[in-house]
């Protein structure tokens, strides 16, 4: 064979992989991409870099927004996790030298000329558009603004993570040029941290993790109570007892200072600007629900005079001092709040006082926005008056269909609306109860539920009459927020059960939000096939608590190898341990009794599926056996404690004498197999059911391995986690 011959089939062979690779299905899916024929992909390297277009480095929305430098900082972080580069590199640059860069992602933003023309569904121009230019040698992503072009950060993570499962040694995106639009303007999820409380850093990574899928909008209800008729309607005013929070923490001196309950269960203002903070850099504004008049029993034990007698969650509007109680509570933390809505609930208050009701929500509108130039939501209404009605200027968030309003009238009538249609979107933590509402995200429905077998869509609101949807074009329509629940309180679900509940409904909504039901959108095969890898690899938090490891067993300590309080990790993966006023011995290690003898591993915490086994001999039955950064089992009755919540496993391990313990969790169940006897015990909760019934419910519980003992007497040897239940 000639040279010439022989140098053109080199080259043909190391370009196949380039010229066959294409954009693969991701989600949401893309609005159009069109491949370059014959062209070499972009080939991700440990040379490649991340360049900022300098003159919109350092360009904001707003004074909280990140800038496009700041989302370039997220990008690269996430770029190096995902395709497992050490660092990446970010600069500015001028767009001149663009063909000077090299192995460039190029950040941008668009002319206005050009970005203008980018609309949601609805008509309205949107910022969240991004043009996809790719070539040999560069990717530009071009956003109508900032958050646009960190929404196409988000498509070229999910290419690499997907090209590069299809393809281990190398990551090459196809060439060629595409647009990707939003459908609709509010893509977001509501969690009820009212009934359940939540800390902020479980809060943020709900966000990070959201912004996968392009989620937009994390709609916090911070305000409510447990619902239980005997407590709340009964004689011997027992409602003050009944659990209800207000999570926002007065300053020190406030007025409001008695107001946030339960104490130890509230965010500082650092707290929660914190978390806006950080869940803006990933493009999701935190909107904040202080829930009122209905709902509102944290309010009416604080000042009991300001309830409706016989109704204590019901605040009585006509009371002259309940509005400016309000006002005073908005006054106090509007400035907390960093974007331009908030909601002030007012859902599910009596109908007999609804001009009054109407006169409430008007008044809120016009305070919130003279104070801070914020406009306010509120939970869909029906309200019976002839005379009066809620400012058009207020945005209605429908939930219940048909009875507390009919969307296409409220858009008919001039509101904005945007979709949380229970039947489709409303779950329930742990438990149904009385309701239908499910854990997840129904796919069935979410896939075929609509009129004609067709596809849920944020402009679908009765599955079965299609007279009361809309169009996708309707221009009062602003997009949809999928709640979840806590009706049955803070026992009922772990922070991490209530992510399970979120993990594959966030990237349903997400796509459902952003490609709607339409030409572009994924196949239910393709989404299905999709998600389980996207899940696995979604940058920036790890809700899923994965815990690299070599093989099956993750951490296997016998305890009978020590060198100066090291402990040796038998798995291979080398997580070594650390001992303190700890000894050792054959018979394992011998912990002393104190909270000061202990031992560390470099593990906080596993998530399931896994199995978790010892063996142990207790000379008491106080103290911890493991601790992590989600659970505490504690030897007393193997007890969880999860964020002050405990759960027994009701079996009492004989001191003196060495017991077997096997763990295992799914994440619907955690069990225990004692002494390898053939029946699990399982762990559960009770769940109090409106004040109706009392109802079991298991548990699921991440694997605590972050120290063994700490309080603990006796001895613990032959610990082993391993991946799988």
């Known amino acids: 064979m000639k040279l010439q011959e022989s140098l ?16 693969l299905p991701q989600i949401p899916s893309l609005t159009n991409f069109k491949e370059a024929k014959h062209a070499t992909g972009f080939q991700l390297s440990s040379k490649t870099e991340i360049v900022v277009d300098a003159k919109f480095a350092n360009v904001k929305a707003d004074k909280h927004s990140p800038s496009l430098l700041d989302y370039a900082h997220t990008f690269s972080s996430d770029l190096s996790e995902i395709a497992g580069l050490k660092s990446i590199r970010v600069r500015t640059d001028s767009s001149k030298n663009q063909r000077k860069f090299g192995n460039a992602i190029y950040l941008t933003v668009l002319p206005q000329t050009l970005a203008k023309k980018y609309k949601y569904h609805n008509g309205n121009a ?10 040999q040698d560069i990717i530009k992503i071009s956003g109508s603004s900032a958050i646009g072009t960190f929404w196409g950060t988000r498509s070229v993570l999910q290419q690499v993570a997907i090209h590069q499962k299809q393809h281990s040694s190398h990551v090459t995106i196809p060439a060629g040029s595409g647009v990707d639009v939003p459908g609709w303007e509010v893509r977001g999820f509501m969690l009820d941290a009212g009934r359940h409380w939540f800390d902020v850093e479980f809060l943020s990574d709900l966000c990070v993790y959201a912004s996968f899928w392009k989620i937009n909008e994390f709609h916090v209800h911070a305000v409510d109570n447990l619902w239980n008729p005997a407590y709340l309607y009964g004689p011997n005013a027992e409602w003050q007892k009944l659990y ?30 914190w978390l806006q903070s950080k869940c803006l850099s990933y493009g999701v504004t935190v909107v904040p629900e202080i829930e009122s008049p209905g709902h509102a029993l944290a309010i009416t034990q604080w000042k009991p005079e300001l309830m409706i007698q016989g109704t204590p969650d019901n605040m009585n509007i006509t009371q002259p001092e309940m509005i400016p109680t309000i006002k005073s509570i908005w006054k106090e ?64 968030q429908h939930w219940d269909f048909p009875s507390d309003d009919i969307p296409v009238n409220l858009m008919k009538e001039g509101y904005n609306v945007i979709n949380s249609e229970q039947s489709f979107l409303y779950l329930d933590g742990k438990s149904s109860g009385e309701t239908s509402f499910p854990q997840e995200l129904n796919q069935d429905i979410m896939w075929t539920g609509a009129p004609g077998g067709n596809g849920w869509a944020p402009n679908i609101f009765d599955a079965k009459d299609s007279s009361n949807n809309t169009a996708v074009d ?3 329509l602003r997009g949809s927020i999928m709640p979840l629940w806590n009706d049955w309180g803070n026992n009922a679900t772990t922070k991490l059960e209530v992510y399970y509940s979120f993990a594959r409904s966030l990237a349903t909504l997400g796509l459902k939000t952003w490609s709607g039901s339409g030409s572009s959108a994924l196949t239910r095969s393709e989404f299905d096939s999709l998600y389980p890898l996207l899940n696995q690899v979604a940058p920036g938090q790890n809700l899923n608590r994965v815990v690299a490891s070599k093989g099956k067993t993750v951490v296997s300590y016998d305890f009978k190898k020590t060198k100066h309080g090291q402990v040796t990790d038998k798995s291979g993966n080398h997580y070594e341990a650390s001992a303190k006023n700890v000894k050792f011995s054959d018979s394992g290690a011998t912990f002393e009794g104190s909270s000061k003898s202990y031992i560390t591993t470099p593990i906080g915490s596993m998530g399931p599926p896994y199995t978790l086994s010892f063996t142990v ?15 505490v089992l504690l030897a007393n009755d193997l007890t969880w404690n999860v964020t002050g919540q405990l759960y027994s496993l009701n079996y009492s391990m004989p001191l003196h004498k060495a017991t077997k313990v096997e763990i295992h969790a799914t994440r619907e169940v955690t069990y225990a197999y004692i002494n390898q006897e053939k029946t699990p015990r399982y762990w559960y909760t009770v769940l109090d059911i409106w004040g109706d019934y009392m109802q079991t419910a298991n548990m699921s519980f991440a694997a605590p391995i972050q120290k063994i003992g700490a309080g603990f007497k006796g001895i613990i040897s032959n610990v082993q986690l391993s991946q799988g239940a």
């Open 126 to 135: 949107t910022d969240e558009a991004y043009e996809l230019d790719i070539n």
């Open 333 to 396: 933390f509007l400035p907390w709040f960093y974007g331009s809505e908030v909601s002030i609930g007012a859902d599910e208050y009596d109908a007999s006082l609804a001009n009054d009701y109407i006169d409430f929500v008007n008044t809120m509108a016009d305070y919130i926005h003279q104070q801070s130039g914020k406009s306010i939501r509120v939970w869909g209404t029906n309200e019976p008056s002839k005379t009066k009605k809620i400012s058009t200027k207020v945005t209605i």
């Open 244 to 273: 209800a929070g207000f999570r926002f923490q007065a300053e020190p001196g406030s007025p409001l200072e008695g107001l946030s309950r339960p104490k130890n269960e509230t965010w500082s203002k650092k707290d929660f600007q």
């Open 474 to 476: 309707e221009p009062r």
């Open 617 to 631: 001999n207790p000379t008491s039955l106080s103290g911890v056996l493991f601790s992590g950064t989600d659970s």
């Open 8 to 23: 053109w089939l080199l080259v043909t062979l190391l370009c196949v992989t380039c010229i066959h690779a294409t954009i």
